[in-house]
DNA sequence: CATGAATGAGACTTCATTCAT
DNA sequence: TATGAATGAAGTCTCATTCAT
């Protein structure tokens, strides 16, 4: 009577509980395997995706057995959202502590606003290609479950708001065009890149990553009506 | 999705291309049934994904025995496959006829670019917005079987590529900006307006179809250099 | 993926739908392989109990592969349960055709007390007996699940309730002793030849059904105050 | 129960019956251990049921590290012929202590024997209300392993082999009925009160324990044939 | 002694696919 | 062709029990 019977017979009132996460391991050792766990499982989910990725496959990619996936985890959403949550530190890193730093830069000047853009392209294709086999199955199983999807939007709200403030300032100070609705462009020219970067990585292709940066800024800076330096008036 | 599944989708990646086995249907009861469980697949896909869909909920749908549907396809792929090659007709009347119209309008004169890009645009919103839910799964599936990354590389680069010669064009006549590589801007504009379509369509957003139209055409314009009528010098 | 996920992934809203009772088989061959489970599952619950009946076993006994089980129930549970409503035919006929017998014998006489206690205590351990264990299990499970223990409670309630309206009858007509509760004797003396059946089954006993028959009906007809005919005044 | 409790059960029904393997604890720390494991046990046992009851829940309600439950027992079969020895010293106390009195009250004169009766039935419900929850788990175990089968029946034929041997006295002295069979009776009776306060800890009733008890004792009395003080001739 | 992590056998379920009618 | 029952491989999950610290 393995599992199942339990509830079923009991109604599920009395231990069910809703998702109770399970606790974080206590001990060194304990925090090395959920560790080696996760680990397994980025590899697995970019490898298979996640529909087509086993459980057995992470565990056995950890060199744990069955079992012991259970011990951290209590299902494969589980511990692709825990994957998420960290994956998501590492690309705050690179991506957003560029965008954090003061709006000068070293001589002390008003940074200006092409390189702006160029920078956090370039942060932004640098994370994403590093973990792009993960973010390509994030974006896939966004569709499907809330929790997912609700981090996804959250990261890319966080990003696509940063930029529509810039977009209005740029639009206060004249340096931006005013007929653009901050919003949607923000929505869109994020979106821009994230779509490049998206196909760019299924497909094999041999952009390099600097004229990539380059293009999609100058896109970007025209779009916005940010004069690029050195480009035709 | 119980163990064959995986299977058939990584030897799919190798051999599934070209296999229709199938032969179509000779009767017109034969036909009935077939386009019944195309139509039961479309509304399937559209709601549970490519994963997580069923046959057996297809067939339900389409009111047939299961072991109807392996009258007429052999397996999932198959069904996926025949849909999107139905899809494709659909979107190529209203979105890409449009772009088949001799670029000059009525009275003769060499269309507005402006407005090319315009009718373009809103040819594309409307047609995703119609087949929204089974286009993300088509992007979903893109990634994992090469059939389907095939149909969806050459729609996509049908459409990329139409871009990237009129962008040649105008960068030629003087109308865009030179310093443009237009094959990453084709790449990066089109994607721009499916991702914004994409995430349009995931959140319930309450922006109109013809406000999206204008603030992306207007991002594109300005992006390559384009004038825009009645918008500043 | 097997099995849990899609539930997991979308929040059970969508297909779940309570618990579907599966529906009856449609054609001959169905309506045998159902019946085959149902009677393999008698034989395994009798032999094993609830608990340690395995799913499994009831499709090897039934000679149907493991899958076969879910065409026609979804859980040990169900076919639990429909077992015990075939069951409960079966007890029905013999235990209480017998008492909706007219209140007269085949003479035109009133039927006498005893001889009515006597048949109907015969007619309840000889059909308890002929389904000693699987009743043994019905028994222990009762407690466990509250459909099955209604299903129980129903039963004996039935039994108990008609019980309980012969004893205020003869309250009324001075054949039994006044100072009962008519609600509280039916309950204890049901009880009491449930439980005697109970032990008589788990312990290989050797008393015989006819003597043990007798026995209960004296207690019984002496409890109430009934005049045993050949009795001592 | 996980795959190995069904063949322990099995096995168990032939070997159980003496193993009490583990030593008792030698220091202070270890009988609070122990007895915390048991006073455990009867929760969630009560609660769950025996076939339900998972040695981890045992574990976490004594506040103990899984590992240590095998410190002080070897199996589930183990803790809970440990839990039932200790509660029958309990049901001894108030149920048998009763009966071991002199058979006189203090004035010297031979008990009335319906008050007997009385006495004994409301010592035996108040004794099993107090421990219901643990007592129908016992009864549900019994059929399914010797060793609880033993413990079980031993209780039982204990307090039926003493009422066997009332009855015999009593036929003996001319107090009741010489038609029955006292060992019958004995168990027929016997049972009836078990199973009555049985019933009536399943469902909610309302009867209230003194009136149960003189209702019972009076159904017990008549069969007999024992003169109940103050009813009819 | 206590702890909590590790193990793995075993049971459950699903569903694509085949087959007899 | 249509039907619906039968099959079984594959994957999920649980939990008693062992073991290193």
């Known amino acids: 009577m393995a599992g199942a019977s339990k509830e079923q017979l009991r109604d599920g009132a009395v231990r ?4 109770e996460a399970k606790p974080l391991p206590m001990t060194a050792r304990g ?12 590899e697995v989910f970019a490898r298979d995706g996640f529909a087509d990725a086993r459980i057995t496959d992470i565990a056995d990619t950890a060199k744990a057995a069955h079992g012991s996936f259970y011990t951290y985890f209590s299902s494969k959403e589980e511990i692709f959202v825990a994957l998420l949550k960290e994956l998501e530190e590492d690309l705050r890193s690179p991506a957003e502590r560029n965008a954090e730093e003061p709006a000068e830069s070293e ?7 092409y390189e702006s853009i160029l920078r956090a392209n370039k942060a932004y294709l ?10 390509i199955v994030w974006e896939q199983v966004a569709t499907l479950n809330a929790g997912v999807e609700d981090l996804r939007r959250e990261a890319s709200d966080r990003f696509a708001g940063r930029i529509e403030s810039v977009i209005r300032h740029w639009q206060e100070t004249g340096v931006a065009d005013p007929a653009l609705e901050p919003e949607y462009a923000a929505l869109a020219l994020t979106g821009m890149v994230s779509n490049f970067v998206y196909r760019w990585s299924a497909r094999g292709s041999d952009y390099t990553l600097d004229k990539a940066a380059e293009q999609l800024s100058l896109l970007w800076a025209n779009s916005l009506g940010v004069r690029v330096p050195g480009n035709r008036a």
Do not use: F, K, V, W
């Open 16 to 19: 069910t509980a809703e998702i």
């Open 31 to 42: 925090r090395r395997s959920r560790q080696a766990l996760l680990d397994a499982a980025n």
């Open 107 to 113: 001589d002390g000047q008003a940074r200006d606003p």
């Open 126 to 135: 640098t994370a994403y290609r590093q973990h792009a086999a993960i973010m």
